[in-house]
């Protein structure tokens, strides 16, 4: 069974940082590409961010230079580094798989920045 669990989301005031971490169990992690995705109220789950089995990243470009998505294998964990944080980055936080799989979706951890 599939359970990816997501972790480290709060409160942070504008220019803040968050790093955001999931675990992953129940696949062979280190061949699965993942991704970070986020949902805002009102609007539709999106990509932020995804990084293959070999370590290449994409990101959309509203948080390009300001998020990094790593992973690290040993541990089965997906990171997502997020600095100079805006009032519009505020959503419910998301990893899944990438292309996601609808039946991986997570309980999210929730990301408010303002002040």
């Known amino acids: 069974q599939v359970q990816l669990v997501e972790s480290g989301g709060g409160l942070v005031q504008p220019g803040g940082s968050l790093r955001l971490s999931c675990a992953a169990s129940?696949?062979?992690?280190?061949?699965?590409?993942m991704g970070w995705y986020r949902q805002a109220p009102g609007e539709q789950r999106g990509l932020v961010a995804r990084?293959?089995?070999?370590?290449?990243?994409n990101y959309a470009d509203s948080v390009k230079g300001r998020f990094t998505i790593s992973r690290d294998n040993a541990n089965n964990t997906v990171y997502l580094q997020m600095n100079s944080l805006k009032p519009e980055d505020t959503a419910v936080y998301y990893c899944?798989?990438?292309?996601?799989?609808?039946?991986?979706w997570g309980q999210g951890t929730q990301v408010t920045v303002s002040s």
């Open positions: 990084i293959t089995s070999a370590g290449i990243t």
């Open positions: 899944n798989s990438w292309p996601f799989r609808s039946d991986y």
């Open positions: 129940g696949i062979i992690f280190n061949i699965w590409h």
